[in-house]
């Protein structure tokens, strides 16, 4: 079984920036993880939203929030 990651679904995520309260227009990647885990206890929002805040606890619990730094830098949005 190969596993293949979603190209659109990285690149929204790496460029989505948190739309309201305390960290309005931060990119997700830079949201303080202590900040998504509070999220996760109280409960993400519903929709994209809380999908890529709960995608993005999950990747920068893994180590992986490099990867989503070198996708922002690679690909800029225009």
Known sequence: MEIKPDIKKLLELAHYK?????????Y???????YLVWF????????????HMQ????LKSDGLEPMIRKIRQDFPRE
């Open 55 to 58: 995608t993005m606890l999950d």
């Open 18 to 26: 948190m739309p309201f309260g305390k960290y309005k227009d931060r």
């Open 40 to 51: 996760k206890q109280k409960g993400f929002p519903k929709g994209n939203l809380g999908n």
């Open 28 to 34: 997700l990647v830079d949201l303080p993880i202590a």
